[in-house]
C-alpha cells in the first residue's frame, strides 16, 4: 500500500505477525520504498528488545498462544517463528543501511495507563472466557492473514480492548505523521488488523 502524505510517499507493509513466509515480500517492499525512515509498529521498548533478543524463549500471554497455535494450523509449523520475524528482518535491514527508525506504537507506560484505564476486571474476565471458547470452538480463518483479521474482530468485541487499539491506532497515525513531514520516503510495517484504522487518521493528499 502506497500513500502520499504531503511530500512523503509513504509505503505501507502489512503484516501478519509471526508469519515468516512474508519475509520476501517485505525486501521487494524495502527495495521499491528506499526509504530515508524505517517506522515499525512497536513501542521505543520494543524496538530495543528486537535488536537485543538472545534467542531465548520469552512469555507470552494465553491470548497470543492461542493465536500461535491457530497460526501454525494454516501455515505449517515451519511457517511461524517468535519474535515476529517481519520486525526483525525489517529492523535488520534499516540498521544495515543505517536508516532511522521511529517506534509507532505507544510507550510502555503510556499503553499501561490506557490499557487499565480502558479495560476493566469484568472486561479481562469475559476476555479469558473468550479464550477458552475460542480454543474449544477453533477458528474459521483458512489463511494467516483471515486468522489475524478474525482474532482481532473477536477481542474488539469487548469494548475496552477495542478502545486500547483505537488508542494505539490514534498514536501511530500521529507519529507517522511525524514521521513524514521530516522525510520524502517512509516504509512502515504495521500489523495487518490495524493498517485499516491508521490509515483512516492520516492527511493524505
Known amino acids: 500500500m502506497e500513500l502520499k502524505l504531503g511530500?512523503?510517499?509513504l509505503a505501507i507493509f502489512p503484516t501478519v505477525k509471526g508469519l515468516a513466509s512474508e519475509l520476501p515480500e517485505?525486501?521487494?517492499?524495502?527495495?521499491?520504498?528506499?526509504?530515508?525512515?524505517?517506522?515499525?509498529?512497536?513501542?521505543?521498548?520494543?524496538?530495543?528488545g528486537l535488536r537485543e533478543w538472545d534467542g531465548e524463549p520469552f512469555d507470552i500471554s494465553g491470548w497470543e498462544e492461542l493465536y500461535g497455535l491457530a497460526l501454525r494450523q494454516v501455515a505449517g509449523d515451519d511457517g511461524v517463528r517468535l519474535p515476529p520475524p517481519a520486525l526483525r528482518r525489517?529492523?535488520?535491514l534499516a540498521d544495515a543501511d543505517n536508516v532511522p527508525v521511529e517506534a509507532l506504537d505507544l510507550p510502555e507506560e503510556e499503553f499501561t495507563t490506557l490499557f487499565t484505564e480502558s479495560v476493566s476486571t469484568w472486561q479481562w474476565f469475559r476476555c479469558d472466557r473468550l479464550e477458552k471458547r475460542l480454543r474449544k470452538r477453533g477458528l474459521e480463518?483458512?489463511?494467516p492473514q483471515?486468522?489475524?483479521?478474525?482474532?482481532?474482530?473477536?477481542?474488539?468485541t469487548l469494548s475496552g480492548y477495542a478502545?486500547?487499539?483505537?488508542?494505539?491506532?490514534?498514536?501511530?497515525?500521529?507519529?507517522l505523521r511525524e514521521a513524514c513531514a521530516e522525510r520524502q520516503r517512509v516504509l512502515a510495517v504495521i500489523e495487518l488488523p490495524r493498517v485499516a484504522g491508521v490509515v483512516d487518521l492520516l492527511p493524505q493528499a
Not at 517485505?26 to 530495543?48: C, D, K, M, T, Y
Not at 483471515?146 to 474488539?156: P, V, Y
Open 163 to 175: 478502545a486500547v487499539e483505537h488508542g494505539r491506532e490514534a498514536e501511530m497515525a500521529r507519529r
Open 141 to 143: 480463518a483458512g489463511t
Open 7 to 9: 511530500d512523503c510517499a
Open 26 to 48: 517485505l525486501e521487494a517492499a524495502w527495495a521499491a520504498a528506499r526509504p530515508q525512515a524505517l517506522a515499525l509498529a512497536v513501542s521505543p521498548g520494543e524496538v530495543a
Open 90 to 92: 525489517a529492523l535488520a
Open 146 to 156: 483471515e486468522l489475524a483479521l478474525e482474532m482481532d474482530r473477536h477481542l474488539c
